[in-house]
């Protein structure tokens, strides 16, 4: 039986908007943090600013119809002894040699980080690029995440994602494709090349998760030595919300979907910790994402209700990663401020097909909303070297 694809609109109530404004408006704020910057998490200035905006200026209906100016589907999948309902942006290229291509976003991020780079991909002779540099887009809503339906039952791992995702695209008709994803996308889009290389046939992540060669440890390259520097403060700094999200996401998201401003600060935090955002000596997360942006990831997380959901992928997926070697042709583009990096020479060890390796002056782990020029032009350059 055919699998069906049905056209999907995103349209939130007037009603949730309206009491997202009310409960931003009579949240109850804790006292300051002890330190000027950013060192206990979001400072109380600008979280209270943040709020203001959200619940005066803020637009949402500006980013709905962004979306609506995209082809949006959705589609049931079974998988696990259920039906995943899949949300999908798909953008078929006119060029007749396109290349079906399968991007995958993470956490916190959302198919909104790819709405600027869609059609420069698609349409390449219209963004300063070649018609063999055309893609068919297909974009999909990781399960728990956005309008895509949450699973029901334990076991939607990055690995049932990228069986999920290679019946997607069986079901759009797509015999062989690439796949790209940075953060749990890069998780995804690895397991995708390891377990459809027949159909998968080239990836390229954003955040390649390699771990370093022991062979390497006594003859460190200063990229290296950057490398478990940024682990390091990660390990430290930087990972208690994988903690809890991975060991009791439930508890996590009772707090998060009651809590517009906490659900907003969960997210924000990460917008300052893991992006390019340092001018003169200062880290402020608009200087590399626009609030505008900024807030639409946090509307759609909380208009969705997906706290919890999301979260659970840390539950699945987080503790005991598949680090397997991946033997499908891979190129990886690093951005000097994403949250892992890793050498080309410890890439290899796991990817030994690497066909593509770029490592960038600027840019952070939303790659694709932070430097969406840079970006397609990585896209580019890395699946012309497996044609």
Known sequence: ?????????????????????????????????????????VPLNYCRELADYWASDYDWRRCEARLNALDNFCVSLPHGGEKHQVHFIHRRSAHENATPLLITHGWPGSVLEFTEIIDALADPTAHGGEADDAFHVIAPSLPGYGFSGKPTKAGTSVEAIADLWDALMDALGYEHYVAQGGDWGSMVTSMLGLRHPGRCVGIHLNMVVALPDPDTLGDLSVA?????????????????????????????????????????????EKFQAWTDCERDGVRHPENAVDRDAMLDNVSLYWFTNTATSSARLYWESF?????????????????????????????????????????????????????????????????????
């Open 1 to 41: 039986m055919q699998t069906r694809v049905t056209p999907f609109l995103v349209a939130v109530d007037d009603e949730a908007i309206d009491d997202l404004r009310r409960r931003v408006r009579s949240a109850r704020w804790p006292e300051t943090a002890t330190v000027p910057d950013w060192g206990q998490g």
């Open 319 to 387: 503790n005991a990663p598949n680090l397997e070697p991946v033997n499908v042709p891979m190129g990886g583009s690093l951005f000097p401020k994403d949250i892992f990096l890793a050498s080309e020479r410890w890439a290899r060890k796991r990817f030994p097909k690497l066909v593509y390796w770029n490592e960038l002056e600027r840019g952070g782990h939303f790659a694709a909303l932070e430097q969406p020029r840079l970006f397609v032009e990585e896209l580019r350059a890395c699946f012309r070297c497996m044609r």
């Open 224 to 268: 290296e030595q950057a490398a478990l520097s940024a682990a390091e403060h990660y390990a430290k700094w930087d990972s208690g919300y994988s903690k809890q999200q991975s060991t009791r996401p439930q508890t996590l998201g009772y707090a998060l979907a009651d809590s517009p401003v906490g659900q907003m600060a969960w997210i924000i």
